[in-house]
């Protein structure tokens, strides 16, 4: 049986820039392909800066998980054989990999769920990295207005393979839920979140 690889951690200035807090981690086996197991070491974090600030500038109406990020690594059982590259895998991951993660988006309550395009980027180690892009639509139980969200999923061959996922508000917090307010975590479009993603991908890569 292969040993499950080692967690992503998060750079230390990505998790304080981001307000990132680890909620949940995991190990599982995320699904099968012919003759191998695929298993994720997960890790996933929330920004609880911006939670708390939408909690404070709607006096507790509003506490709500709006922006999260999550890590994975991935191992195989049994493991590959040694001339096989993670590169080679990656036409036979991506397809698992998408609908994988539309599910788990699902299955978190959110709503609307659809793929809108792909890229490729390098991180700073030269990494190819494949984006996925979704839109999706949290209804905000509890809220009298939904919050759409724009969410990607990242992959690139590492050794292990590492995923990366993420999903974020499309449109600032405060213009959403009519807030007066300048504070920075609420007034953040989504280019902003965007643009802050791909550095912490960058970084990670």
């Given at each position: 049986?292969?040993?499950?690889?080692d967690?992503?951690?998060?750079?230390?200035?990505?998790?304080?820039?981001?307000?990132?807090?680890?909620?949940?981690e995991?190990?599982?086996?995320?699904?099968?392909?012919?003759?191998?197991?695929?298993?994720g070491?997960?890790?996933r974090?929330?920004?609880?800066?911006?939670?708390?600030a939408?909690?404070?500038?709607?006096?507790?109406?509003?506490?709500?998980?709006?922006?999260?990020?999550?890590?994975?690594?991935?191992?195989?059982?049994?493991?590959?054989?040694?001339?096989?590259?993670?590169?080679?895998?990656?036409?036979?991951?991506?397809p698992?990999?998408?609908g994988?993660f539309?599910?788990?988006?699902?299955?978190r309550g959110?709503?609307?769920?659809?793929?809108?395009?792909?890229?490729?980027?390098?991180?700073?180690?030269?990494?190819r990295?494949?984006l996925?892009?979704?839109?999706?639509?949290?209804?905000?139980?509890?809220?009298?207005?939904?919050?759409?969200?724009?969410?990607?999923?990242?992959?690139?061959?590492?050794?292990?393979?590492?995923?990366?996922t993420?999903?974020?508000?499309?449109?600032?917090?405060?213009?959403?839920?009519?807030?007066?307010?300048?504070?920075?975590?609420?007034?953040?479009?989504?280019?902003?979140?965007?643009?802050?993603?791909?550095?912490l991908?960058?970084?990670?890569?």
């Amino acid at each position: 049986m292969a040993s499950d690889p080692d967690p992503l951690e998060l750079p230390e200035d990505q998790r304080e820039a981001g307000g990132w807090e680890p909620v949940e981690e995991s190990v599982e086996t995320l699904f099968e392909l012919p003759g191998v197991r695929v298993r994720g070491t997960m890790r996933r974090y929330e920004d609880e800066r911006t939670r708390a600030a939408l909690r404070e500038a709607t006096d507790g109406a509003i506490d709500h998980q709006v922006r999260f990020v999550a890590t994975t690594r991935l191992g195989f059982e049994p493991p590959l054989p040694p001339a096989t590259l993670p590169a080679m895998l990656l036409p036979t991951l991506l397809p698992e990999a998408r609908g994988s993660f539309a599910d788990r988006l699902r299955d978190r309550g959110l709503t609307d769920v659809s793929r809108d395009g792909t890229e490729r980027i390098r991180g700073d180690g030269r990494s190819r990295i494949r984006l996925t892009r979704y839109r999706a639509t949290d209804p905000m139980p509890g809220v009298d207005r939904e919050l759409p969200l724009e969410c990607w999923l990242a992959v690139w061959p590492g050794d292990p393979i590492a995923v990366v996922t993420t999903g974020y508000p499309a449109t600032p917090l405060a213009s959403r839920f009519d807030l007066d307010t300048k504070e920075p975590a609420l007034t953040r479009g989504g280019n902003d979140y965007r643009q802050a993603f791909l550095s912490l991908l960058r970084a990670l890569a």
